[in-house]
Each structure stands twice: as structure tokens, then as C-alpha cells.
């Protein structure tokens, strides 16, 4: 049997009773004992000094009446009885005091247990340390999925190109609503930067130091949205990993979130986030317990949310609740200023890329800012890209432009009256046509200026005079 031996026992017996209780007494483990029914026999002073439990309390108690009454969490002098060997355990005092505590028997002539010594340390500060490696280990999880979410984002990250009075003006917005916490909706066409706005929002917002973490919500399949964006505990489906998993909610906490595609969410999913909006707090897979969080919101959609809404599409309450601030993108048709810079800032950006030196002519600048960009800046990019690839020499000309380019400024026959008129008239009645037609079209004299590849001052002077002798 396991124990303290009967010889050593006996030894011990040979000292006496002072000497004993004095080595006891002494001893910086606080030390219990009681006899093999567990009767409480002797307690030291460091008994007393680390549990907070007092002598007189004890001393001659049934330690079955003691676990019974609170005094311990579970007694290890019972289970030494119970199974007849050394027990070390954690052991919780009504006193709040937590400790480590080991017992062993000590067996008499006829093999029965007499006495169980029991040794008491304080390891409180080892429960501390435990608690704060669990926690470090959390946190490096939380920084290694930050620093890789960040690092998959500032690779696909363009800077924000703007000199268009319209899309000034949608900046100019954005960074007055950037310095406050309140839920952003960014409105606007596939392909005019609403990810670009997003991360304009929160670099000049006070959260511009945190993570800035981007979901595309129509991207992620619907059976696995919940465990992205709120995680999961361990062991909370089958296949989930065994450490479990933080969400992405959790990642951005302190930052913010940019939810792309915000009306590609299921219904149920739609009742969690507002919940989210609403308590400020998450659960996650197989968790019972709310996590809160600090998160901004900024949520982006191409879709007439007010339509989905009307059709028991999208949850009304949701919509109201992202829709604080509204915040609608120009398509760039829109913005024309910004055609020709955009095209230039991608034309260096793929020229260093593929290893290139190529420019545009002035003729295919004319057309690039005349197309009309149904796809947006994202088709401005992706035809640049194509044209440095694609382009035979190291001017881009007319004949590399795509064919759907091509085809809107094939030559237009210009529909003159049958009758024979002065040249000079017919020019002059031609121009009179453009010059109207393309302020029609721009609505300011500085674009329809330069769709005439004219400057805007000769612009104004024509016009001026056309209009005056249409008046005579």
C-alpha cells in the first residue's frame, strides 16, 4: 500500500509529543490531521493563516460535517479514505481562498488507516499565472487572425483617386461622418469603391490604429456565415476545430467592420446582426455566454434595400437601424473628372506590375472619358489592365481599345438638309449642335469642354454667341 511506511512511523514516534507539535507548528505548509475516520485531530498556524479558517472551528469535527457545512469544496481526507492512497487536489475555503492540497494515509500494525496528514500550499498565484496563459493564448490567436486579415486586405488595397466635384463631395461627407460612431450604409453601383469608402471612413475615424476586417456577405455560404462572423466553442459541431474559433466581430472589436453585400444576408442572419446593432454583444456556436463588443458598422449594398424590405426581403427593422446614415457612391459616368486621373494612376500601377512602359494616346483618353462605365471604376481598372498587357506597342492606340469601346464612336454621319448651304453655315450650325449637345449631356461648361477637346473658356465664347444669334 501507498503511504508514509509504518517504520517511519514508528521512528516518528520516538520524538516527543512537544517536539512534534512544535515541528509541526512550525512547518510553512499548513498542516491537517485526523485520525482514519476523519475526525479533525491537530491543525497548525499556517493552517489557519492560508485558509482563513480557525482552529476552534474545526478541532475535533468530523471532516464529513465539515465538507457538508461549506467549509471545504470537497475534502481529500475523505477520498483517502475512500480509496486508500495519496490524493492531491484543489481545494476552494468558504473563505474564497483557493489552494493546493495533498493527503496521505498512515496505516497502523493491521494495515488500517489511523491517521491522515494533510499538507496545504498556497498556490493562488500558480491559478493566476494558469488563467493568464489561457488568456495570452486567446490573444495571439485574436492578434494572428488581425494581422492576417490586415495583411490580406493592404494587398488588394487601392488608394482613393478623387478630382470630380461630385465625388469631392461624397469624401467631404464621408470624413465629417468618419469622426463619429454612428452605423454608415454606403449606397452605389458594383464597382464605384465602396470598399475604398469604407476604409476612408475608418482611417480618419479615432479607430484608425484597430483592425479594419471586410466580409462580403453574399461571398460566404449561407450554412457557414454564423460560425464566420460570430465563431464558434470547441467541440460545437462536428468538423469545427477542437480549439474552437474566433469570429470576425471578435477580430474587429475595438476597430470596424465593413459588411459588403449587406442584402445578401439570410433572413436568420439578419435577426443576429441586430440583435448585435441592438446589445452591442455576440454569442457565439455552442456558447451560453454573451461576448461584448466595440465595433463600428459600416455595411455597403448595390441592391434597393427599400424594395427587398417591401417584398419581406430584408427585415424593415434591420434596414432602419443600418440605414443612420446613408452615404450613395456616383457611379462614374457620374463623375467624369475622375475618369482621366483614374485611368492614369492604374496605367502607372500596371506598367510597374508587368514590368512596362506604355502610355496612352491623346485620342484614346478622349474615349476612355467618354464611355459610359456601366462597371464602374472596377472596369476602368480591369480594361486598363488589359490594354497594358494586351497593347502592340508602347503608345495605346484607338485600334487596342476593346470592342465595346470601339463600336460607341465609330464615325457618325451628320444629318445636314439636302439642300446646298454655305460651308461656312454648315460648320457653324454643326458645331452649334455639339456644343449644345454636350453641355446638355455634362451639365457644366468644364466637362463638356473637354468631351470637345476644347478649353472652356473658347467653350463659353461659342456658346455665348451661338445663343445670342439663335435670339436674333
Given at each position: 500500500?501507498?503511504?508514509?511506511?509504518l517504520?517511519?512511523?514508528k521512528?516518528?514516534?520516538k520524538?516527543?509529543?512537544?517536539?512534534?507539535?512544535?515541528?509541526?507548528?512550525?512547518?510553512?505548509?499548513?498542516?491537517?490531521?485526523?485520525?482514519?475516520?476523519?475526525?479533525?485531530?491537530?491543525?497548525?498556524?499556517?493552517?489557519?493563516?492560508l485558509?482563513?479558517?480557525?482552529?476552534?472551528?474545526?478541532?475535533?469535527?468530523?471532516?464529513?460535517?465539515l465538507?457538508?457545512?461549506?467549509?471545504?469544496?470537497?475534502?481529500?481526507?475523505?477520498?483517502?479514505?475512500?480509496?486508500?492512497?495519496?490524493?492531491t487536489?484543489?481545494?476552494?475555503?468558504?473563505?474564497?481562498k483557493?489552494?493546493?492540497?495533498?493527503?496521505?494515509?498512515?496505516?497502523?500494525?493491521?494495515?488500517?488507516?489511523?491517521?491522515?496528514?494533510?499538507n496545504?500550499?498556497?498556490?493562488?498565484?500558480?491559478?493566476?499565472?494558469?488563467?493568464?496563459?489561457?488568456?495570452?493564448?486567446?490573444?495571439?490567436?485574436?492578434?494572428?487572425?488581425?494581422?492576417?486579415?490586415?495583411?490580406?486586405?493592404?494587398?488588394?488595397?487601392?488608394?482613393?483617386?478623387?478630382?470630380?466635384?461630385?465625388?469631392?463631395?461624397?469624401?467631404?461627407?464621408?470624413?465629417?461622418?468618419?469622426?463619429?460612431?454612428?452605423?454608415?450604409?454606403?449606397?452605389?453601383?458594383?464597382?464605384?469603391?465602396?470598399?475604398?469608402?469604407?476604409?476612408?471612413?475608418?482611417?480618419?475615424?479615432?479607430?484608425?490604429?484597430?483592425?479594419?476586417?471586410?466580409?462580403?456577405?453574399?461571398?460566404?455560404?449561407?450554412?457557414?456565415?454564423?460560425?464566420?462572423?460570430?465563431?464558434?466553442?470547441?467541440?460545437?459541431?462536428?468538423?469545427?476545430n477542437k480549439?474552437?474559433?474566433?469570429?470576425?466581430?471578435?477580430?474587429?472589436?475595438?476597430?470596424?467592420?465593413?459588411?459588403?453585400?449587406?442584402?445578401?444576408?439570410?433572413?436568420?442572419?439578419?435577426?443576429?446582426?441586430?440583435?448585435?446593432?441592438?446589445?452591442?454583444?455576440?454569442?457565439?456556436?455552442?456558447?451560453?455566454?454573451?461576448?461584448?463588443?466595440?465595433?463600428?458598422?459600416?455595411?455597403a449594398?448595390?441592391?434597393?434595400?427599400?424594395?427587398?424590405?417591401?417584398?419581406?426581403?430584408?427585415?424593415?427593422?434591420?434596414?432602419?437601424?443600418?440605414?443612420?446614415?446613408?452615404?450613395?457612391?456616383?457611379p462614374?459616368?457620374?463623375?467624369?473628372?475622375?475618369?482621366?486621373?483614374?485611368?492614369?494612376?492604374?496605367?502607372?500601377k500596371?506598367?510597374?506590375?508587368?514590368?512596362?512602359?506604355?502610355?496612352?494616346?491623346?485620342?484614346?483618353?478622349?474615349?476612355?472619358?467618354?464611355?459610359?462605365?456601366?462597371?464602374?471604376?472596377?472596369?476602368?481598372?480591369?480594361?486598363?489592365?488589359?490594354?497594358?498587357?494586351?497593347g502592340?506597342?508602347h503608345?495605346?492606340?484607338?485600334?487596342?481599345?476593346?470592342?465595346?469601346?470601339?463600336?460607341?464612336?465609330?464615325?457618325?454621319?451628320?444629318?445636314?438638309?439636302?439642300?446646298?448651304?454655305?460651308?461656312?453655315?454648315?460648320?457653324?450650325?454643326?458645331?452649334?449642335?455639339?456644343?449644345?449637345?454636350?453641355?446638355?449631356k455634362?451639365?457644366?461648361?468644364?466637362?463638356a469642354?473637354?468631351?470637345?477637346?476644347?478649353?472652356?473658356?473658347?467653350?463659353?465664347?461659342?456658346?455665348?454667341?451661338?445663343?445670342?444669334?439663335?435670339?436674333?
Amino acid at each position: 500500500m501507498g503511504g508514509v511506511s509504518l517504520e517511519s512511523a514508528k521512528n516518528a514516534a520516538k520524538l516527543s509529543r512537544e517536539d512534534l507539535e512544535a515541528v509541526i507548528e512550525s512547518s510553512y505548509d499548513g498542516i491537517y490531521i485526523t485520525d482514519g475516520k476523519a475526525n479533525t485531530l491537530i491543525i497548525n498556524k499556517a493552517y489557519e493563516e492560508l485558509t482563513g479558517l480557525k482552529r476552534e472551528d474545526m478541532l475535533g469535527k468530523s471532516m464529513r460535517d465539515l465538507e457538508r457545512q461549506g467549509y471545504v469544496s470537497k475534502s481529500a481526507t475523505l477520498m483517502v479514505i475512500e480509496k486508500g492512497q495519496s490524493i492531491t487536489i484543489e481545494q476552494e475555503f468558504n473563505t474564497g481562498k483557493k489552494l493546493l492540497v495533498s493527503s496521505s494515509p498512515i496505516y497502523d500494525k493491521e494495515g488500517e488507516i489511523s491517521l491522515v496528514v494533510t499538507n496545504v500550499r498556497d498556490v493562488t498565484s500558480l491559478f493566476h499565472l494558469k488563467e493568464q496563459l489561457k488568456k495570452n493564448k486567446e490573444l495571439t490567436k485574436k492578434y494572428y487572425s488581425q494581422i492576417e486579415e490586415m495583411r490580406l486586405q493592404l494587398m488588394n488595397s487601392n488608394e482613393i483617386i478623387a478630382e470630380d466635384e461630385n465625388m469631392l463631395r461624397t469624401l467631404k461627407l464621408a470624413k465629417r461622418v468618419s469622426k463619429v460612431k454612428t452605423t454608415v450604409l454606403l449606397r452605389g453601383e458594383t464597382g464605384v469603391g465602396k470598399e475604398e469608402i469604407a476604409k476612408f471612413i475608418h482611417k480618419n475615424s479615432e479607430r484608425c490604429q484597430n483592425q479594419f476586417v471586410e466580409i462580403n456577405c453574399g461571398a460566404i455560404p449561407h450554412t457557414l456565415i454564423e460560425a464566420e462572423l460570430f465563431g464558434y466553442e470547441k467541440g460545437a459541431f462536428t468538423g469545427a476545430n477542437k480549439e474552437g474559433k474566433l469570429g470576425l466581430f471578435e477580430i474587429a472589436d475595438g476597430g470596424t467592420i465593413f459588411l459588403d453585400e449587406v442584402g445578401d444576408l439570410p433572413l436568420d442572419m439578419q435577426v443576429k446582426l441586430l440583435r448585435v446593432l441592438q446589445e452591442e454583444e455576440i454569442y457565439r456556436i455552442g456558447g451560453v455566454k454573451s461576448i461584448k463588443i466595440d465595433v463600428r458598422i459600416i455595411a455597403a449594398t448595390n441592391r434597393n434595400l427599400e424594395q427587398m424590405v417591401n417584398n419581406n426581403e430584408f427585415r424593415e427593422d434591420l434596414y432602419y437601424r443600418l440605414n443612420v446614415v446613408p452615404l450613395t457612391i456616383p457611379p462614374l459616368r457620374e463623375r467624369k473628372g475622375d475618369i482621366i486621373p483614374l485611368a492614369n494612376y492604374f496605367l502607372a500601377k500596371f506598367n510597374e506590375k508587368h514590368s512596362m512602359i506604355k502610355s496612352f494616346s491623346s485620342q484614346v483618353l478622349k474615349y476612355l472619358f467618354e464611355y459610359n462605365w456601366h462597371g464602374n471604376v472596377r472596369e476602368l481598372k480591369n480594361i486598363v489592365e488589359r490594354l497594358v498587357i494586351m497593347g502592340s506597342g508602347h503608345i495605346i492606340e484607338f485600334e487596342d481599345l476593346p470592342k465595346e469601346i470601339k463600336e460607341l464612336y465609330k464615325e457618325k454621319i451628320i444629318d445636314i438638309k439636302e439642300d446646298i448651304m454655305p460651308l461656312k453655315d454648315a460648320v457653324e450650325t454643326l458645331e452649334f449642335k455639339l456644343i449644345s449637345n454636350s453641355y446638355k449631356k455634362y451639365g457644366n461648361v468644364r466637362d463638356a469642354a473637354k468631351a470637345l477637346n476644347i478649353d472652356a473658356s473658347t467653350f463659353v465664347r461659342k456658346r455665348k454667341r451661338y445663343l445670342e444669334k439663335t435670339m436674333l
